[in-house]
């Protein structure tokens, strides 16, 4: 599909504000937040669905606390959210209702996302609040979250969401308003309408200077990454009126960036490729490393050693011969029952352990790099 086809098609969609985008003479906008709502209320009329991943908790607990200045510590910048995260959703609230629409706030953090039990909750909600027609405002939790406050500005968060929800596109608004070749103030700068090619683009890119935000481009190309590998394409946005409702029109704003060829990973196996945190590793030898590349199952027969503690269904991480993470998954046993049946054929499991014998990692529960 081209740009058009891809924008005029989307019926899940993302948008993704960033704590810049929202600061309007050092309050929040609250002029272009209700422009948002109206937009979204159009939409809702025809069918789609829209989440949006919304920063500004610091922002918002600056102008709520009187403050001259963002706040330069971790545990500055956690106290003012928890403030400014309250501040922020009555706003949304207020200019939503304005517009006949209900939201719900979601708080999350990248790290929370890294436990499957979590991660699948998260999603369930969010589908059961789009099935109600409310409009989810995802926060990242400021004032638990380390992450989020150092870099990215919810970019990530954005990214990961809109995996986890199937989205059909992520809108990322943007005050640059797209990817340019030079600095966008600059007359000889060009707007990249369309990006095929992310680690290309990425040379064009700065960081954020803002005073607020702490993403900037190369956050934004870095997250968008991780969209279009799952065929989520991408759109880095200007702020303007209606904006929303002219993209998903079709017409043409901001840079596109195309979504990766080829069948994109199941939610699950997105999940432990991007987000979990392996409890222990399992090197395996060149004959099962070949095995699990042409999409087979781990067998005890195949794996030469165990290191670290986990359980049952705890994610490990794959290594070859050479010490090298080749892909993670799922174990169906813990460290004590591989340690003992590593090398050993399926009979011999069997006799081992006194019970059936299953695959060491099942082939759904695996990703491989």
């Known amino acids: 599909m081209d740009r058009k086809e891809y924008l005029k098609n989307a019926r899940r969609i993302v948008v993704k504000i960033g704590s810049q985008l929202l600061e309007k003479d050092g309050c929040i906008d609250e002029e272009f937040i209700d422009n948002l709502a109206g937009n979204i209320k159009k939409l809702h009329g025809k069918d789609r669905e829209v989440v949006i991943v919304s920063s500004g908790a610091i922002l918002a607990g600056v ?86 406050i150092v870099f990215g500005d919810n970019d990530f968060l954005a990214a990961h969401v809109s995996v986890l929800i199937d989205a059909d596109l992520l809108v990322i608004l943007s005050t640059a308003g ?16 369309e990006i095929m090619d992310i680690d290309a683009a990425l040379s064009y890119a700065g960081a954020s200077t803002s005073r607020f935000g702490t993403g900037g481009m190369r956050s934004k190309l870095e997250a968008a990454k991780i969209a279009v590998s799952h065929q989520i394409p991408v759109v880095i946005a200007p702020k303007k009126k209606d904006i929303l409702l002219q993209l998903l029109e079709g017409k043409p704003s901001g840079s596109f960036i195309h979504p990766q060829k080829g069948a994109g990973l199941s939610r699950k196996k997105s999940w432990l490729k ?90 759904d529960n695996m990703v491989v790099f």
């Open 63 to 148: 102008k709520k606390l009187k403050l001259g200045q963002r706040p330069k510590t971790i545990t500055e910048k956690q106290a003012v959210a928890s403030v400014g995260q309250a501040y922020l959703i009555q706003i949304y609230d207020k200019q939503f209702s304005r517009n006949g629409l209900t939201i719900g706030q979601i708080l999350l953090t990248i790290e929370g996302l890294r436990e499957r039990k979590r991660y699948v909750l998260a999603q369930n909600t969010l589908n059961k609040l789009l099935d109600m027609s409310v409009v989810p405002v995802v926060n990242e939790n400021d004032t638990i979250a380390i992450e989020e």
């Open 274 to 363: 991007l987000l979990s945190a392996p409890k222990g590793k399992i090197t395996i030898d060149d004959g099962a490393v070949k095995a699990i590349k042409e999409g087979k199952s781990l067998l005890p027969a195949g794996i030469k050693a165990v290191e670290g503690i986990f359980s049952k269904n705890d994610v490990v991480a794959i290594l070859n011969e050479k010490g090298q993470i080749i892909g993670k998954g799922i174990v169906n046993f813990n460290y004590k029952e591989l340690e003992r049946i590593k090398g050993r054929k399926s009979g011999e499991v069997e006799k081992i352990l006194k019970r059936k014998f299953t695959e060491a990692i099942h082939r």
């Open 178 to 193: 797209g990817l340019y070749t030079g600095e966008p103030s600059e007359p000889s700068s060009e707007l990249i309408e």
